[in-house]
């Protein structure tokens, strides 16, 4: 057997992706332990928030990609809502944010030793995490309506996120259709929002997938997009996945498109 190096010499595949998972994991609890450490800093003055921020938003796309390459979809799910939590962290933090971000770190360090795979599948995970930083929501009532926005990142995202979370909806956001598919599967959203036009896999490919699928033709879809009604793309989609059109009729659009749903 060829020499692969770095200590795994003469091993099978699979004992060196188990070598590699363990390596991972170590390296997963103690950068946890270290932003614990660096957020207690920042608790107390002794750090600037901004820069923790940045470390653990780096440390959380990490875990992601690799937990996912490793299999742990739980570990990946939390991770990817961890980075989307702390994402918009304003200038002087919420009091909230300090026990948030405890539990989000104890959840993780369970899931890298294995002590919270039997508690719940990754959908239930993330609807027990805490609602993301950056939006002032006042007096409105959080709903348990789990939202997924499979859309690239800019103004019109934002426009679309700010409306569901007036409407008291926990909202998340994918930018690549490729992981927004994934992301689908493992956390069963109660609704999913598609751009038409993504990269590498086209948004209305993404919904009529998602339709056509046993484990998740039964979640709500919805497509959002620029093109004229009357565009023969759009006729590709099921008839019960409702369009939303970018513009003066966005609003309308999706509350009809939430009534229609249940969601309302």
Known sequence: ???????????????????????????????????????????????????????????????????????????????????????????????????????FFDLINRLADGKAEAESDPASLVRLLPAKLGFDLGDIEIKTVEVMLVMPPGAQTRFVERELQQCGYRVSMVADSLHGFS???????????????MS??????????????????NIPLAVITSLDKDDDTLKLLPKRVPVLFKGASFADDLFKALDNLFLI
Not at 60 to 77: I, S, T
Not at 183 to 197: E, F, H, N, R
Not at 200 to 217: C, F, H, Q, V
Request: glycine share 6%; net charge negative.
């Open 183 to 197: 992301m689908v599967v493992q956390t069963k959203p109660d609704l999913v929002i598609i751009s038409a036009m």
């Open 200 to 217: 590498d896999l086209e948004g209305i490919d993404l919904a009529m997938a998602l339709s056509a699928m046993p484990s998740t033709r």
């Open 1 to 103: 057997m060829a020499e692969l190096g770095n200590g795994h010499q003469g091993k099978a595949a699979h004992e060196v992706v188990e070598d590699l998972r363990h390596e991972f994991i170590e390296e997963l609890i103690e950068t946890v332990q270290s932003l614990d450490v660096a957020f207690d800093a920042a608790r107390n003055g002794h750090r600037d928030l901004k820069d923790v921020v940045t470390e653990c938003r780096r440390a959380a796309v990490l875990f992601r990609g690799q937990a996912a390459n490793f299999g742990m979809h739980r570990l990946a799910a939390v991770a990817h809502r961890l980075d989307e939590y702390v994402a918009h962290t304003p200038k002087v933090a919420p009091p909230r944010i300090w026990d948030d971000l405890q539990g």
